[in-house]
């Protein structure tokens, strides 16, 4: 890297405290919009943002997915980035968490969100440029770019059939009833959907009491996984879970559309 482009960098992340062993890299291919191989061979996901996922095997494409991999490699360009390693490093696959930035300074994970091609994720301790991230998108949504002006990606409601599909998504429903257990917090939005969130991470992130929660009408973000008939997101952060009237409107529909997407099945509320 030249002075002048290491001077330009350093200058544009300053706000996002970039960590001094950041490194430069070549990039040799792009696999989607949120993941790429290095030269080295390493696989790099990149932390703090979703992109939609290209379709496999007879699975099509999640709209977007095609833009938002052409643009990560629009912003590869010739092959070579700033790479700064995430708290954790590696996912549960063996990718390495990272965060990028063009050689000219420009973060890659923010211009994917400010395209409205990517949403911002948390998933500690990997927090370290969140607040910017969800600022850049909160821009993106309010004028609903990309993913944010599309029917596909509004929130869908808890026991509904698309809200149970598996993978990224973003959920709404009441919290009909709370337990508590050892190492969870567990929210039930439908009779087969249910929220879980580590209680030491409520304890050091979250600033109000689960029983807050209470018969509030929510919003999360997240991947679903469904054991047997059962669905749930497991998240980690506050960011994750939207309390739909008290936090920043973001993902929780208006009323009149939240009563008419609820299924019927939620308005039992299971016993016991």
Not at 45 to 64: F, M, S, V, Y
Not at 167 to 183: A, H, K, L, M, P
Not at 224 to 233: A, C, D, L, P
Request: aromatic share 8%; charged share 20%.
């Amino acid at each position: 890297m030249t002075q002048l482009a290491l001077c330009l960098f350093l200058a544009c992340w300053s706000s996002l405290s970039l960590s001094a062993d950041s490194r430069q890299v070549q990039v040799r291919y792009v696999i989607d919009g949120d993941t790429l191989v290095l030269d080295s061979g390493e696989t790099i996901r990149l932390a703090g943002i979703n992109t939609p996922e290209l379709g496999h095997g007879d699975q099509p494409d999640q709209p977007l997915a095609a833009e938002a991999t052409t643009a990560l490699r629009a912003l590869v360009g010739e092959g070579t980035v700033v790479l700064e390693e995430a708290t954790e490093r590696e996912d549960r696959h063996g990718r390495t968490l990272a965060y990028l930035a063009t050689i000219d300074g420009r973060s890659i994970q923010a211009q994917l969100l400010r395209e409205g091609l990517a949403s911002a994720v948390a998933v500690s301790p990997n927090l370290r440029h969140l607040r910017y991230y969800a600022e850049v998108e909160s821009n993106a949504l309010t004028e609903k770019r990309g993913i944010w002006g599309l029917s596909y990606y509004r929130a869908r409601a808890a026991g509904s059939k698309a809200a149970s599909r598996g993978g990224y998504t973003f959920v709404f429903g009441e919290v009909q009833r709370i337990e508590i257990s050892d190492r969870w917090f567990v929210f039930t939005l439908a009779k087969h959907f249910v929220i879980l969130v580590p209680r030491a991470d409520w304890a050091r992130y979250f600033d109000y009491p689960p029983c807050s929660l209470d018969q509030a009408q929510i919003a999360v973000r997240g991947w679903v996984s469904t054991r047997g008939k059962r669905s749930r997101v497991v998240i980690k952060h506050p960011f994750m879970l939207e309390r739909c009237g008290r936090d920043p409107a973001g993902l929780c529909p208006d009323r009149t559309t939240a009563r008419q997407a609820l299924p019927a099945v939620q308005a039992t509320v299971p016993s016991g």
